[in-house]
Antibody
């Protein structure tokens, strides 16, 4: 069974850094793109970016380029989303997902709530 | 590629047929999928390749379209179908983009 299990909820202050994670199992993690999706409170889904674990090829939405860093570690089948300087506007639920609408091999993590507040 | 999903919300009754549309600013072949999201849950893929039903998804859901115009139709709406629906295009895979979402509410 394919599973993406994300790290737990975080409460941080503006200006702090943060890394959240997404561990894949039940499939060949290194062979599939894995992306991140933001959902701000009461809002829609936003595609942030995606990485290919085997060669670290990473693409970002223009809206998120320079704001976050996406990476993956094939040795532990885990993808990461990193902020160096959090803002209150980063408060949201973040999902990792394989995002495959071509072949249907689409799997999602359970989401990680990030709250940024002073 | 700009995406326009409509309507942003709709009210319908159990048993109704509803249609949600997604338009793109340029042709994307059939590189589009439809998701359902319920409150507090991760999105669930319903349709991929514009018209292929994901395994386990009820047949009252159907997708159609290609190029720049796509539709998701829910026939005979059931109580569990009240949710928010999103289209996602991946024409420039792996780069993707979501539509704005459509909330289907009970009338």
């Amino acid at each position: 069974e394919v599973q993406l299990v994300q790290s737990g909820a975080e409460v941080k202050k503006p200006g702090e850094s943060l890394t959240i994670s997404c561990k894949g199992s039940g499939y060949r993690f290194s062979s599939y793109w894995i992306g991140w999706v933001r959902q701000m409170p009461g809002k829609g889904l936003e595609w942030m970016g995606i990485t290919y674990p085997t060669d670290s090829d990473t693409r970002y939405s223009p809206s998120f380029q320079g704001q976050v860093t996406i990476s993956a570690d094939t040795s532990i089948s885990t993808a990461y989303l990193y902020w160096s300087t959090l803002k209150a506007s980063d408060t949201a639920i973040y999902y990792c997902a394989t995002l495959d609408v071509r072949t249907g091999g689409d799997y999602w993590g359970q989401g990680t709530l990030v709250t940024v507040s002073s | 590629i700009q995406m326009t999903q409509s309507p942003s919300s709709l009210s319908a009754s159990v048993g109704d047929t509803v249609t949600i549309t997604c338009r793109t600013s340029q042709g994307i072949r059939n590189d589009l999928g439809w998701y359902q999201q319920k409150p507090g849950k991760a999105p669930k893929l319903l349709i991929y390749g514009a018209s292929t039903l994901q395994t386990g998804v009820p047949s009252r859901f159907s997708g159609s379209g290609s190029g720049t115009y796509f539709t998701l139709t829910i026939s005979s709406l059931q109580p569990e179908d009240f949710a928010t629906y999103y289209c996602l295009q991946d024409y420039n895979y792996p780069v993707c983009a979501f539509g704005q979402g459509t909330k289907v509410e009970i009338k």
